[in-house]
């Protein structure tokens, strides 16, 4: 800097100097204020981008959270159901196991009458109208079977 001043022949002056340095400093001001607008312009677009991808998923989490909520209601719905369900069959299954014991006793169950109901000495005359009607049932089945083979 000195050889360039002197080779020019002026001195070298503090007001040379400090000129000489008030253009340096605005040259690398105005560089960095350049390099920091553009590092700015891309950090801005990113952060544009970013502020897009949390909207995205925010209203996908939203949607998501929606989504739990009634697959939560449903999922009640069917265990509450299965619940039921469940009840029902181990009544049914109960229900199954006494005709089928009663079927290997060749006992009869008349539905719509509760246990204990007859009289002793009604059981015999029962038990005659029951053959009696189940003899005429079987006569009518069979003659009805004849009619219709013919």
Known sequence: ???????????????????????????????????????????ETKLDTLQSTVSTNSLKITELESTINNHDQRLEALESTCSALASKNTQLAAQVLDLQSRSRRNTIRVLGLPEGVEEPNRLPSSVGCWRRCSETCWAVSLRSSEHIAH
């Open 1 to 43: 800097m000195s050889r360039r001043r002197e080779e020019q022949g002026s001195p070298l002056t503090m007001e040379a100097i400090s000129d000489l340095l008030d253009k340096k400093l605005a040259t690398h001001s105005q560089t960095i204020t350049t390099e920091l607008h553009r590092s700015f312009a891309v950090i």
